[in-house]
């Protein structure tokens, strides 16, 4: 027969193992976004500073964008050509990364650690 202190820690275990299963069928609740994207990036391809900022580079001064990406525009093309399908991604919902810009990112943390 059981004892009274073991029916209820019996009782007790059930009710934790019903808990945690009502729990997990339960929806989560999400936090409803509020935008997608800050509307001060959603033009960063006309007014972002990579963009604006290497365009000028690339045309002006070849030794200021050498120092930045640590190769010449032509190495840095070939470079790019090569690694593209892997950086590249794409979202339905928001306007990715674009394969330069990472390459960028990447190639100035790997030259200077900033």
Known sequence: ?????ALVGVVAAA???VA???ADELPAKRRKR???VRPMLQCRQQVGAYNMLMAELRSDDIDMYEGFTRMSP????ELLDLVRDDITKS???RMPVS??????VALRFLATGE
């Not at 027969?1 to 202190?5: L, R």
């Not at 032509?74 to 093309?77: N, P, S």
């Open 1 to 5: 027969m059981i004892d009274d202190n």
């Open 15 to 17: 009710a934790a193992v």
């Open 20 to 22: 945690v299963v009502a």
């Open 34 to 36: 509020e935008m997608w």
């Open 74 to 77: 032509e190495q840095f093309d």
């Open 91 to 93: 979202c339905r919902w």
């Open 99 to 104: 394969a330069e810009i990472r390459l960028a």
